[in-house]
């Protein structure tokens, strides 16, 4: 995953994927590699676990070797401008952003282009060794991705179409480009990620990477200790939420098996849920980059 330089982390909402994105800044980060990680939603949740109170499209220094940046509409248009048609910026882009705007409900992939085009810029300009975008959740992430190929059937020549043919060049080289799909061990995170695999499939060849389950329930039970605990009626407290456990790590374990089934996969890398106490984003990060190196060295040997 990290020898790509363009890794899209998406998921459904509340699965975890800003984590594992800032996670994978740090490492790729400890590995010597120039990292841009981008968040391409407005909801700041990455600036948090990264330490930052927010992110503007600025790019900032985070950590050693992170830059760290969020899009937004105006100034993607205002840099797609500049970089791409080679217009001067004079003033305020807030009648173009109207016109913009009205165009951009009738034509689709018209938003999705700009931000989709500075990350392929930043990739073709070698201005770091990996972009780690902390992408849409997936039920908008296709439409996003796929942006360059939706263009490329409505405008088949001029300035635009030779834009959209090396941006979907970039997208669609399995060496360059990939996508790491987080989800929970539940049904509907599970279900979602199968069908964005195959909706994903349909319109567009981008690599899909992987998968990898945030929140793995860890149960550590004593199991003698259990079993004098079932014999002693003042512990059926004790022995309720051991059985709790041991319930919630088998379905885990269920949707797990499933989503290796779906993947043709021997087994899903998981990330361990994070302990108890952990109180703020940057220690939760700190547990997923343990998580993550874990699973490098568990590769490596």
């Given at each position: ?6 890794v899209?982390?998406?998921?459904k ?8 994105a800032?996670a ?8 010597g ?6 968040e ?7 600036a ?14 985070v ?8 899009m937004?509409?105006?100034d993607?248009?205002r840099e797609y401008?500049?970089l791409?048609?080679?217009?001067p910026?004079i003033?305020?882009l ?5 016109i913009?705007?009205y165009?951009?409900n009738?034509?689709?992939a018209?938003?999705?282009?700009l931000?989709i085009?500075?990350?392929c810029?930043e990739v073709?300009?070698?201005h ?11 039920g908008h992430f296709?439409a ?13 020549i001029?300035?635009?179409?030779d ?10 080289d ?15 995170p599970v279900?979602?990620t199968?069908e ?9 060849p981008?690599?899909?990477g992987?998968v990898?389950?945030?929140?793995m329930p860890?149960v550590i039970?004593?199991?003698?200790a259990?079993a004098a605990?079932?014999?002693d009626h003042?512990?059926t407290?004790?022995?309720?939420v051991?059985d709790?456990l ?8 269920r949707?797990?098996s499933h989503?290796?089934d779906?993947?043709n996969l021997?087994?899903?890398?998981t990330i361990?849920e994070a302990p ?7 220690r939760?990060?700190d547990h997923?980059v ?7 060295l568990?590769h490596h040997?």
């Amino acid at each position: 995953m990290l020898s790509r330089r363009l890794v899209f982390v998406t998921g459904k909402g509340g699965v975890g994927k800003s984590v594992v994105a800032a996670a994978l800044a740090r490492v790729a980060a400890s590995q010597g590699k120039r990292v841009l990680v981008c968040e391409m939603d407005d909801k700041g949740s990455l600036a948090a676990y990264l330490g930052r109170s927010s992110l503007a499209f600025e790019a900032v220094e985070v950590a050693p070797n992170v830059m760290a940046m969020a899009m937004n509409t105006e100034d993607s248009l205002r840099e797609y401008i500049r970089l791409f048609l080679r217009l001067p910026i004079i003033g305020s882009l807030t009648p173009l952003a109207r016109i913009f705007d009205y165009v951009a409900n009738a034509a689709p992939a018209v938003k999705e282009i700009l931000v989709i085009g500075k990350l392929c810029h930043e990739v073709r300009e070698k201005h770091y060794d990996i972009i780690i975008v902390d992408s849409e959740a997936s039920g908008h992430f296709v439409a996003q991705v796929s942006a360059p190929d939706a263009l490329a059937t409505l405008v088949r020549i001029g300035l635009i179409a030779d834009q959209t043919k090396w941006m979907s060049g970039l997208l669609h080289d399995p060496h360059v480009s990939t996508v790491l799909a987080v989800v929970t061990p539940e049904e509907m995170p599970v279900v979602e990620t199968i069908e964005l695999r195959e909706r994903l499939a349909k319109v567009s060849p981008l690599d899909f990477g992987g998968v990898v389950i945030n929140r793995m329930p860890q149960v550590i039970i004593d199991k003698l200790a259990l079993a004098a605990a079932r014999d002693d009626h003042a512990m059926t407290d004790t022995v309720n939420v051991c059985d709790w456990l041991i319930a919630r790590r088998a379905e885990a374990e269920r949707h797990s098996s499933h989503l290796a089934d779906e993947f043709n996969l021997a087994n899903v890398e998981t990330i361990a849920e994070a302990p108890a106490g952990l109180d703020s984003p940057q220690r939760i990060t700190d547990h997923v980059v343990t998580e993550i190196d874990r699973l490098l060295l568990v590769h490596h040997e």
